[in-house]
């Protein structure tokens, strides 16, 4: 994700306006080193590609604020009690944007893809058990206007997940 921005920093990594910050080589660089371990402290960081620890702090920052990137505790679900965890497939007749935002913000959704293909959604959900995901999945998702039908893919064990895919 990158945003446009017409001005440049002075050298030292500060930027002054209010413009969205370019994902520019430095920032990519802070990203990967974040994505491979996100406690890695800004003067680590800033030694390592050649700023200070100030300047660091603040392009992390403004990427925080920007949005472009999140410093988050990444779990396993199924082994912080969530026992269920699913794709669901869901087809929608009517507005996808409407049915993606109401998905939103239901808590126990952790990603909502809109999609093209066999669905128009793609929804990762967890739960705590078989019960609880019944009650979301009946009571929560297919209650909202315009989902057609859902498809549900449960996962049997969670044999692989990455965030350290880099930056282009």
């Keep these: 994700m990158t945003s ?3 001005s440049r920093d002075g050298g030292d990594g500060i930027t002054t ?8 080589e430095t ?11 996100g406690r890695r402290s800004y003067v680590s960081i800033g030694k390592e590609i050649g700023l200070s620890e100030a300047a660091v702090r ?18 396993n679900p199924m082994d912080v009690g969530f026992k269920r965890q ?20 239901i808590s126990q959704i952790d990603y909502v893809i809109i999609t093209a293909g066999r669905f128009d ?6 739960a705590e058990d078989d019960e609880s ?4 999945v009946n009571r929560h998702i297919r209650k909202i206007d315009g989902i057609d039908r859902t498809e549900l893919f449960t996962y049997m064990r969670l044999e692989s997940q990455r965030y350290d895919w880099g930056v282009r």
């Design 58 to 75: 603040l392009r992390v920052q403004r990427m925080l604020d920007d949005g472009i990137m999140q410093i988050v505790a990444v779990t």
């Design 4 to 6: 446009a921005k017409t």
């Design 86 to 105: 699913a794709m669901v497939g869901i087809t929608v007749n009517g507005d996808i944007e409407y049915v993606a935002r109401e998905l939103k913000e």
């Design 121 to 126: 959604i793609l929804a990762e959900i967890f």
């Design 27 to 37: 920032n990519k660089r802070i990203v990967t080193l974040l994505q491979e371990d």
């Design 17 to 24: 306006d209010s413009q969205p910050q370019t994902l520019d």
């Design 133 to 136: 995901m019944l009650e979301l």
